[in-house]
């Protein structure tokens, strides 16, 4: 028994000694670079449509489509409330393991670097143009993800906008000595490998990780919560159904009704079902008691009770 | 005694010992779970059974068994399998969209697409297999009460198939039996002023099934008469 748990703790340590030593490699480069903030704003930017797909997908949770959807009342409040929620869910994640992740991503794509690239690149952001070209960089990273998860701004959107706008005319007008610094670096080779490795390498691997992670969110612990506060925030939102939307139904000029049922998976449409049934065919009626009255050319909802019952009210 | 010819005793003795170690016998499952009726009679009981396997990564292999008895009874996945097998041969399981997301699986005998069916299947009688389908578009998508106990998984489609008496009173009903060479068809259903009655009739037995509140529940078959098996084709 002694020795395989010997065993075990030898590979636990090895492997953190490996982290260690990577993070211990790349830390010059990602310190003065500011290579994790950015790894976060490029996360949060390749996230941004799966953050808006979570947004309506887990309102349609909260209550089924054809209850509700972007022309009711209480929409927009609610996703509102709902973003607030997930966003202070993910910064406390990015506290947590999210954030130790991200390091480790980092840690380990800027260590593949050659210590005399890490040096070079560790020095140019500390001089002028280095910081005044890293300062954009952030601004205008941190802009474009303005109102994503996992960071909460404390500025409003316009003055992060001006602030990108000073830092941009910062760089344009800076003394000829420095734009040359700041075009040499960028276009040498440690340069292009680290722009290289930020924009398809990190920003793949993050936005991943946080497109996962925010899937997640809703299913972990918190989502029992986090449906509640958006419910205490929007009280006018519609309540709850027993009743599962399934998708639609259209009934066409033969009285044929074509029913389209959607997969979601992962809080995302994955797929849909088409199927037709005449008006001789055996299931016809089956679908046609659950939309009473339908005319040709009319097209509904379709809910599923939990006793199996097809209806068309929500 | 040579190296060889110790191996080769060796060889022997572990031969014996494996012939001569008792098979375990079947332990019976079955509990309060609602099992399917056997032709013959009664109801089937569900046996499993522990075995040594070399090979295995857990070092045992596990057996299930439903039927009268466990030595005579047969695997459910493989009877779920055969079932799903005569769709297929039929024609009828290609009808259904391919499952989204499944992707395909090999059995080892051949590559399988999962289907996803408008339908919940449920096993109702062995000896012969009688499957009974009821018509739910929710079982497209996985939406509705399922009991994992009461069913067996099988990589023919996205949902397992059931087993039991008891089938809810939601959608059209038909059943399909590997056995009689029967394909789906609607259970027979009468209306009257003792409520709603289903009859299902195969190779000279006939299953009745009784609807009480939202649910059917499947009576112990019975001897069909002339009339019934002329009327449905009994393989008998």
């Known amino acids: 028994m002694r020795f395989p748990l010997l065993t075990i703790g030898l590979v636990a340590m090895a492997a953190a000694a490996h982290a260690d030593y990577l993070g211990d490699r790349a830390r010059p480069i990602v310190e003065a670079s500011h290579a994790e903030i950015r790894a976060v704003h490029l996360g949060r930017h390749m996230a941004r449509g799966r953050w808006e797909e979570l947004l309506d997908e887990t309102l349609y949770s909260l209550a089924p489509k054809g209850k509700w959807g972007p022309d009711h009342p209480a929409w927009a409040t609610a996703r ?198 005449a008006p001789n065919a055996l299931h016809w009626q089956d679908v046609a008691n659950g939309v009473p009255g339908i005319q040709p050319g009319e097209k509904r909802f379709l809910y599923r009770d939990p006793q199996g019952r097809l209806s068309d009210k929500p | 005694m040579s190296t060889r010819a110790t191996l080769l005793a060796l060889l022997i003795g572990a031969a014996v010992l494996a012939w001569a170690v008792p098979a375990r016998a079947w332990d019976d499952a079955t509990g309060s779970l609602d099992m399917p009726w056997l032709g013959g009679g009664g109801r089937a009981r569900l046996f499993t059974k522990k075995s040594f396997c070399m090979m295995c990564p857990t070092g045992y292999s596990f057996h299930r068994s439903w039927g009268a008895a466990g030595a005579s009874g047969s695997d459910p996945y493989s009877e779920v399998g055969a079932a799903l097998r005569f769709l297929k041969k039929k024609g009828i399981l290609d009808t259904w969209p391919e499952a989204i997301g499944e992707g395909s699986v090999s059995d080892g005998k051949e590559t399988i697409d999962p289907r996803a069916a408008p339908y919940r299947f449920t096993i109702v009688m062995l ?10 578009l929710g079982a497209l998508v996985k939406v509705g009460d399922f009991d994992p106990d009461q069913s ?85």
């Open chain 2, 127 to 136: 000896q012969p297999t009688v499957v009974v389908m009821r018509f739910d």
């Open chain 1, 80 to 277: 509102a409330a709902l973003a607030k929620a997930l966003r202070e869910a993910s910064v406390t994640a990015l506290r947590g393991e999210t954030g130790t992740w991200i390091r480790k991503v980092v840690d380990e794509h800027y260590s593949s670097l050659e210590p005399d690239e890490i040096a070079r690149a560790a020095a140019y952001y500390e001089t002028p143009a280095g910081r005044t070209f890293r300062d954009f960089r952030e601004k205008v990273l941190a802009e474009n993800a303005y109102g994503l998860p996992y960071v909460i701004e404390t500025k409003s959107h316009e003055t992060m906008r001006t602030e990108m706008e000073e830092a941009r005319q910062k760089l344009l007008n800076l003394p000829d000595e420095q734009t040359s610094q700041v075009y040499e670096f960028n276009q040498s080779k440690t340069g292009e490998l680290l722009m290289g490795i930020e924009n398809n390498i990190i920003a793949d691997v993050i936005g991943n990780i946080m497109r996962s992670e925010l899937g997640a969110l809703m299913h972990g612990d918190d989502g029992e919560a986090i449906a509640r506060a958006v419910r205490a925030a929007v009280p006018n939102m519609p309540p709850q159904s027993p009743r599962v939307y399934l998708g639609t139904v259209t009934m066409r000029p033969d009285r044929t009704l074509d029913v389209v049922i959607e997969y979601h998976d992962g809080d995302r449409l994955a797929g849909t079902y088409p199927f037709s049934y």
């Open chain 2, 152 to 236: 067996i998984g099988t990589p023919w489609l996205n949902q397992g198939v059931e087993f039991g008496t008891r089938v809810p009173a939601t959608g059209t009903l038909l059943w399909f039996s590997p056995d009689a060479d029967q394909v789906p068809t609607p259970v027979a259903i009468t209306r009257g002023e003792q409520g709603e009655h289903g009859e299902i009739v195969v190779q000279g037995k006939t299953l009745a099934l009784e609807r009480h509140g939202d649910a059917w529940s499947v009576r112990a078959p019975q001897r069909a008469t002339g009339s019934a098996q002329r009327a449905i084709g009994s393989a008998d």
